[in-house]
């Protein structure tokens, strides 16, 4: 088992930056990515960012492209996603996840790509 706890969500202004955290424990070595998702209310789960764990190798949602970049700390087993030049829309529950997948493809963009979940963390950007 793997366990994710994420933090570092909070409430800020529109334009302004926040740095999520993952801390991953548990039987990590089993895992190979990473990724952030985040769900908004009355809307899907939507991929946000993805990061191979060995490699650095990295995966974005278009909507974020520019602005958001996930990075990862081996040695502490955490991963971050910065945020910058926030919106109204980005306000959303950020989940950190795990994946399994020992291919890096296009389908780490999916939920269903991931084995081990976060209890989420709310970021809420007024306007």
């Known amino acids: 088992q793997v366990q994710l706890v994420e933090s570092g969500g909070g409430v800020v202004q529109a334009g302004g930056s926040l740095r999520l955290s993952c801390a991953a424990s548990?039987?990590?070595?089993?895992?190979?990515?990473m990724g952030w998702f985040r769900q908004a209310p009355g809307k899907a789960r939507e991929f946000v960012a993805a990061?191979?764990?060995?490699?650095?190798?990295?995966y974005y949602a278009d909507s974020v492209k520019g602005r958001f970049a996930i990075s990862r700390d081996n040695a502490k087993n955490t991963v971050y996603l910065q945020m910058n030049s926030l919106k109204p829309e980005d306000t959303a529950i950020y989940f950190c996840?795990?994946?399994?997948?020992?291919?890096?493809?296009?389908?780490?963009?999916?939920?269903?790509?991931?084995?081990?979940w976060g209890q989420g963390t709310q970021v809420t950007v007024s306007s």
């Open positions: 548990g039987r990590t070595f089993t895992t190979y990515a």
């Open positions: 996840a795990a994946s399994t997948e020992t291919s890096w493809t296009s389908r780490l963009g999916a939920p269903d790509a991931y084995d081990y």
């Open positions: 990061v191979h764990w060995s490699f650095g190798a990295t």
